[in-house]
């Protein structure tokens, strides 16, 4: 585990430093804050009804209540019960200083990252809604997805491993969900 743990820190750093230049300064920052893709959610929201008509409240429904218990779990189950120190935090007490942007807020604990289970899980989901009629809703949202769990760990806040449970608990819960709902819509 102590190995692990390791690398986990290495590639944080790797990451965190290496890349590290204003132009993706910026745009990590741009990418992390919700509201940013707020043009996003309104033309998948409007997809979606458009495409599910009747049903799409169901839809809707899920989807907030996906990512309410997403951020329930990740919160409450794991940050709560592991209490892994953000890379952020000086009670991570890393062995180098920890390059963190002014926009990424750095609270306590980090494990698992709620940016990357909440946009896994709305990604994967809205992929399985759309699998059948085009693949390029799951590529298109795993990279979407991807891209926010990286600006995490660029922005410093949270460690790979902290992005990757995160990407495993949204991911998990979106195939729950969609199985649930798939035959009332179908």
């Not at 741009?30 to 009804?49: C, D, E, N």
């Not at 000086?90 to 289970?117: D, I």
């Amino acid at each position: 585990m102590e190995t692990i743990i390791q690398w986990d820190k290495d590639l944080f750093h790797f990451i965190n430093h290496n890349f590290a230049n204003e132009t993706l300064d910026a745009v990590m920052c741009f990418v992390s804050q919700r509201w940013s893709w707020l043009a996003l959610y309104t033309i998948v929201v409007g997809v979606i009804i458009y495409v599910f008509r009747k049903k799409s409240w169901i839809i809707l429904l899920s989807v907030g209540i996906l990512v309410a218990t997403t951020d329930l779990i990740s919160y409450r189950v794991f940050k709560k019960q592991v209490e892994r120190y953000r890379p952020c935090r000086k009670e991570a007490m890393l062995e180098f200083e920890v390059r963190q942007l002014p926009c990424a807020t750095c609270s306590e604990y980090g494990f698992v990252s709620s940016h990357a289970a909440n946009s896994f899980a709305i990604a994967v989901f809205v992929g399985l809604l759309f699998y059948k009629k085009s693949k390029w809703w799951i590529a298109g949202g795993l990279l979407w997805a991807f891209v926010i769990s990286i600006s995490r760990v660029y922005l410093g806040v949270h460690y790979p491993l902290d992005v990757l449970g995160g990407a495993i608990l949204g991911t998990s819960l979106a195939f729950l969900f969609y199985k649930i709902i798939r035959l009332k819509i179908e």
